[in-house]
């Protein structure tokens, strides 16, 4: 890939995504897969005015032998100097950039209930430092090709060729042309003014119908609000959380939904992909889970914690979307799920609610915001699916006909 492109697509994820600002720290988290590209976005992000750029490198074998040899105890600790690593975070903020580019299959044959016991007690120690820090920062999440994902993409491509070709897909999902923040900047316009109507409706109740068996209905929180594209900071920051995003998206009410939802695209979870799956909800909690592949692990997923079994997110995406019409399986949640309508299991967000700088965490989760360790994207959009609207009023409006936006 050109350099000149790679570039283009550094700049934009450090400018447009993670907004670095004069002065701030920054922390970028990457695989060894695209080194010369991390020195890309380390540069821009120091152009933009970075005062420091820390590069956190991981390795996913490294991270399957560690799983495998550690014992359950040792994998639960959270050493002090982790904890002060988390302190100095809530202290200064830095914005954070995440370059993913993991093997969808790299943990098969993990032990899961293993992995699943370190997670949640890890997550217990941190939380309080993750809540301190919640929308109070910049994040990016982006993507480069890893070799193995590459061929998992183009398994009929040399490795080369494979990598290229995912590149390629990449930097077209993602709207890098010749002015890539240019276009960024019309097309969070789009999002924000799909937003803006759907928020005018006042919305009580989503309806989502599809032929191949799903039959859903979902809450919303009365002062929620849905939100899309770019986001703000407590301290009124804009930033682009997600490179690629067609999603618009709110926070529904816990408790409140019911009815099964059928799985359309796998799911790619701890380095494994679950597939072929549906879900039933009664009274807001999944309830019973099915699946042609992994369906243990599926299940281990919505039992991490009390929230995992509840849903944190109702995404709208077209159906005729530039990823869905790039004919991808991309095995990637960040790529996959902006290709169709999506739910999200587990955490909620906050800034859903309208004024939520108003409100503490705990008034948030009054409301009916989710809380959990994990927040999982499954895709259930298909070339057929009807979403219809519930207006507090008893209105019935159509929001999406055969998969697209019906506005």
């Known amino acids: 890939m050109k350099k ?19 002065g701030q720290e920054v922390i970028i988290y990457a695989d060894l897969d695209q080194p010369e590209f991390v020195a890309y976005v380390v540069d821009e992000c120091y152009k933009a005015g970075a005062k420091e750029v820390t590069v956190q490198w991981s390795y996913q074998p490294l991270t399957k032998i560690h799983y495998r040899h550690e014992s359950l105890t040792t994998l639960k600790k ?10 100095y ?11 993913i580019s993991e093997d969808p299959d790299g943990l098969k044959g993990i032990n899961m209930e293993k992995m ?54 990449i930097l077209y999902t993602s709207r890098v042309d010749d002015d890539p923040v240019a276009a960024w900047e019309k097309h969070n316009k789009d999002l924000t003014d799909r937003c803006n109507y759907l928020n005018s409706l006042n919305i009580a ?20 609000e849905f939100l899309g594209g770019g986001e703000y900071t407590l301290g009124g920051n804009y930033f682009n959380p997600n490179i690629p995003t067609e999603e618009v998206f709110i926070t529904p009410k816990r408790g409140v939904a019911e009815g099964i939802v059928y799985s359309t695209k ?8 679950i597939e072929n799956f549906s879900i039933r909800f009664k009274d807001g909690k999944a309830v019973e889970a099915h699946a042609e592949k992994n369906e243990e692990l599926l299940n281990k997923m919505i039992s991490m914690d009390e929230g995992a079994a509840y849903l944190g997110e109702c995404a709208l995406v077209p159906y005729d979307s530039p990823i869905n019409n ?36 705990k008034e948030l989760e009054d409301m009916g915001i989710n809380d959990s360790m994990i927040h999982e994207d499954f895709m259930i ?27």
């Not at 959270?78 to 302190?87: A, D, M, Q, V």
């Not at 799911?267 to 494994?272: E, K, T, V, W």
């Not at 991309?330 to 902006?338: H, I």
Request: proline share 2%; charged share 25%; with cysteine.
């Open 266 to 273: 796998p799911l790619s979870y701890q380095g494994q992909l």
């Open 89 to 99: 975070r809530v202290d200064t903020l830095p914005a954070t950039i995440y370059l």
């Open 4 to 22: 000149t492109i790679l570039k283009k697509y550094a700049k934009l994820i450090a400018v447009t995504g993670a907004k670095v600002r004069k």
């Open 205 to 224: 109740t989503l309806e989502y119908k599809s032929s191949n068996g799903t039959d859903f209905k979902v809450g919303m929180i009365d002062n929620a």
């Open 116 to 169: 699943s016991k370190a997670q949640q007690a890890r997550y217990i120690q941190i939380k309080e430092y993750r809540d301190a820090m919640e929308n109070k920062y910049q994040w990016c999440i982006a993507a480069v090709p890893g070799v193995a994902w590459a061929k998992k993409v183009f398994p009929g491509l040399r490795k080369n060729e494979a990598v290229e070709r995912l590149w390629e897909a």
């Open 78 to 87: 959270i050493k002090n100097w982790e904890i002060e690593r988390l302190k």
């Open 326 to 361: 790039s004919g991808l399986l991309f095995y990637n949640t960040l790529f996959d799920e902006n290709a169709a309508c999506h739910l999200a299991l587990g955490k909620g967000f906050g800034n859903c609610i309208k004024n939520y700088e108003k409100y503490t965490l």
């Open 381 to 407: 959009g298909s070339k057929d699916l009807s979403i219809t609207a519930i207006t507090k009023d008893g209105k019935r409006v159509q929001i999406f006909k055969d998969g697209n936006w019906a506005f």
